[in-house]
């Protein structure tokens, strides 16, 4: 039998950086289990690659404050991009919020985070209609990186120093005696191991109940339409993003007449469908109509969409850290959030296995004993 002290379930962008910051801190017998044949084929490689510190917890706040700083000095060019998020309010109570978000943003250290006018939107993002905008808020620092190329560059770390990355291997249990962590089954076999870092995604429910553990969290399609426009785009458009709905949109990268648009349907139900529906091209079509010609004067570009799957939390908080059994733990839950936190994500899985608790940041408000005790975070930006 197969043996190894640290098995990472999922080699996505999150149990990569999992692996990376382990290693990093010396840890060498780490196996990092990927069922696809190539990385990047879950919810990495469908990812539209933002990152921004606008949140309203200040826990998200600073794990975006990490994680930007991370990317931007990298010696890895992942492509972080400083194009700026710009929330737009259509309401006065909306407006109010992200205000106060502002406020907090600025008390925890954001820099060149800023509110808008709606005069002040408008010069910025030509040719949007502005009429039911109250005001906003824009941040420098929010941008863009390629989720591909994080991934790439955390598992390359990780397996320089000496972590074993196995494709093509199905986890189908977690197996445990006396409230411990004992192996993991998978299709090549059994393999030993004193942890597990649950780094599925979307997937890891099913194998979290394995183990006894009830994680909650559901998998929600998230379709993203790419178009192409004969003109180009206004000059640095930044992400953009409707507070009220959750419609945004972005310029692809390297382009300058491509776009994405993005919306969280309510109408969606939890499903691991992962197709393409048309019948959502066209609900997104009508509100990108509604906001500015030069979105809804588009082609779609069927072949560029992307259909991933979030991994949704009760409260769209991360899940973090350990649970009732011993060397379990957990790296989920991330409501769209896991690949700009991941730097973030990985440094506290790596303190939280090597040293009991992670002391770069207080993430204990993201434990998963948080929902048996009632305590649920709040955020209301998130798309």
């Not at 259509?90 to 992200?98: K, S």
């Not at 769209?336 to 730097?343: A, E, T």
């Amino acid at each position: 039998m197969r043996k190894a002290e640290i098995v990472i379930i999922g080699g996505g962008v999150v149990g990569a950086s999992v692996a990376f910051h382990l290693t990093e801190r010396g840890a060498k017998d780490v196996l990092i289990l990927e069922t696809q044949p190539v990385q990047g084929k879950g919810s990495t490689g469908a990812a539209t690659g933002g990152v921004r510190s606008q949140f309203e917890t200040d826990v998200n706040i600073l794990m975006s404050l990490y994680s930007i700083d991370f990317f931007r000095n990298w010696e890895i060019d992942c492509g972080y991009e400083p194009r700026g998020y710009l929330f737009f309010a259509t309401t006065d109570e909306q407006f109010e919020y992200l205000k106060t978000n502002v406020e907090k943003q600025h008390r925890i250290g954001v820099k060149g985070v800023e509110v808008m006018t709606c005069d002040e939107i408008a010069k910025r993002i030509p040719g949007m209609n502005c009429d039911d905008i109250v005001g906003g808020s824009f941040g420098a620092t929010d941008g863009f990186i390629d989720p591909l190329a994080v991934m790439r560059g955390f598992a390359k770390g990780a397996i320089a120093r000496g972590a074993r990355l196995e494709f093509d291997s199905n986890v189908t249990g977690i197996e445990t005696h006396g409230g411990e962590v004992t192996a993991v089954a998978t299709n090549n076999g059994t393999i030993e191991c004193d942890n597990v870092v649950l780094c599925a995604g979307a997937w890891a429910k099913a194998l979290a109940a394995t183990a006894g553990i009830d994680l909650p969290v559901e998998p929600m399609r998230r379709q993203i339409v790419w178009a192409r426009s004969e003109s180009p785009l206004p000059e640095d458009l930044p992400m953009v993003i409707d507070l009220g709905s959750g419609f945004h949109f972005r310029p692809a990268k390297d382009t300058t007449n491509e776009l994405m648009f993005a919306y969280p349907d309510p109408d969606e139900q939890p499903s691991f469908d992962t197709s393409l529906d048309d019948n959502f091209v066209q609900k997104i079509r009508e509100r990108a109509r509604q906001r500015a010609p030069f979105l809804y004067e588009t082609e779609v570009v069927r072949e560029k969409c992307r259909v991933g799957l979030y991994e949704n939390s009760p409260d769209h908080h991360a899940i973090l850290g350990g649970c009732g059994v011993d060397g379990l733990y957990f790296a989920n839950g991330f409501s769209g959030h896991g690949v700009m936190h991941s730097p973030a994500t990985g440094r506290a899985l790596s303190e939280i296995i090597l040293d009991g608790k992670a002391n770069f940041l207080d993430v204990s408000c993201l434990s998963i004993d948080r929902f048996e005790r009632g305590e649920l975070l709040r955020e209301t930006a998130f798309i």
